[in-house]
């Protein structure tokens, strides 16, 4: 009989807009056994209540606003993200604005898989694309790092 391997343990990112804080809490108390096998990111203020109200542990980087969605977008272009689930508040202007953008951005740009509500992150976290069932595409930029140097330069 074929061996299957365990799920890999993800690093998850974690964000939500003061209006979606209890819509994140919600779906996460709901999908706690799930979320308590993996490794959590998180802004500041929504990392803080995961951990007080789940009483898990969460690495909070700074609060968003304040330049943590740009952390947790550095940390994706770093390849150290696996998935973000992003509670973004449609109906609010945000201060951060430019950041949450950035977040998206770095999200779409290394091609990892993100949700940005309930229903999709309910999707998101069924889905074979976190799991070993998929190999989720590298994105390859060697073109577009290279297209002053011309030298092969990798950075
Ligand atoms: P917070 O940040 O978790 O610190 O509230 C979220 C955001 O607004 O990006």
């Not at 700074?62 to 550095?74: E, M, R, T």
């Not at 694309?129 to 002053?148: I, V």
Request: glycine letters at 6%; charged letters at 20%; a negative charge.
């Amino acid at each position: 009989m074929p061996m299957s391997s365990p799920a890999p343990r993800l690093r998850i990112a974690l964000v939500a807009h003061d209006h979606k804080k209890d819509d994140l809490l919600d779906w996460a108390k709901r999908n706690l056994p799930w979320l308590q096998r993996h490794s959590l990111v998180a802004t500041g203020t929504t990392g803080a209540l995961l951990e007080r109200e789940l009483a898990i542990p969460v690495r909070a980087v700074l609060s968003g606003p304040l330049g943590g969605d740009l952390q947790i977008g550095a940390e994706i272009a770093q390849g150290e993200i696996d998935v973000l689930f992003f509670f973004w508040d449609p109906l609010q202007a945000q201060p951060h604005d430019p950041d949450v953008k950035a977040l998206l951005r770095a999200a779409v740009l290394w091609n990892i898989p993100f949700a940005c509500n309930e229903a999709s992150s309910d999707g998101l976290l069924r889905s074979p694309c976190l799991n070993n069932e998929y190999q989720r595409k590298m994105p390859d930029h060697t073109d577009y790092r290279n297209r002053y140097s011309g030298n092969g330069a990798t950075n």
